[in-house]
């Protein structure tokens, strides 16, 4: 049971927050399932809990002397 959170508002709001911070997933539904799309692969989700790991790398500048 997903307790009412397997709705099209929160899965548009899920992808919503992964495009504006570069999470890289999209949460969709086929065939009355839920599926987080991932680095070309697609995981079912059962209503429990999932973690994506993002790590971001940031340039370092280095001065000239």
Do not use: C, W
Request: hydrophobic share 25%; net charge positive; aromatic share 14%.
């Amino acid at each position: 049971d997903s307790g009412g959170y397997n709705t099209t508002t929160t899965r548009r709001r899920m992808n919503e927050v992964s495009k504006a911070y570069g999470l890289g997933f999209h949460v969709y539904q086929k065939k009355h399932k839920l599926y987080v799309a991932y680095k070309g692969n697609d995981y079912e989700f059962d209503g429990g809990q999932f973690t994506i790991k993002v790590v971001h790398q940031i340039p370092v500048s280095r001065s000239r002397s």
